[in-house]
Nanobody, 126 residues
Framework: QVQLVESGGGLVQAGGSLRLSCAAS????????MGWFRQAPGKEREFVGG????????YYADSMKGRFTISRDNAKNTVYLQMNSLKPEDTAVYYC???????????????????WGQGTQVTVSS
């Protein structure tokens, strides 16, 4: 069982940056691949990116490549989402999710993930 708590959301101007954190409970955090997803009003929850259990592999949705960076610190049971060059269309609730998997592959399909945080709001003003 893993419990996830996101933080770091807020209001930022276009072109600005935010770093989201996702803190996980439990002693087996390093056994989990982690994903970040987002959901804008009236839209489906979409994959932002993910990181493998040991941080050796990262994946990003095409629209986030070059702007977003995912990292993790297994000693702190935390995964991060650094977001730069933010755009108004990045406005959404951002969720982290966990999947018990110790391979290099991180799925982009939300139904693959077993545990979810409550989300944190990111609002980008123009």
């Amino acid at each position: 069982q893993v419990q996830l708590v996101e933080s770091g959301g807020g209001l930022v101007q276009a072109g600005g940056s935010l770093r989201l954190s996702c803190a996980a409970s439990g002693r087996t955090f390093s056994s989990y691949a982690m994903g970040w997803f987002r959901q804008a009003p009236g839209k489906e929850r979409e994959f932002v990116g993910g990181i493998s259990w040991n941080g050796g592999s990262t994946y990003y949705a095409d629209s986030m490549k070059g702007r977003f960076t995912i990292s993790r610190d297994n000693a702190k049971n935390t995964v991060y989402l650094q977001m730069n060059s933010l755009k108004p269309e990045d406005t959404a609730v951002y969720y982290c999710a966990a999947l018990q998997r110790r391979t290099g592959w991180v799925p982009s399909v939300k139904t693959e993930y077993s545990y979810w945080g409550q989300g944190t709001q990111v609002t980008v003003s123009s």
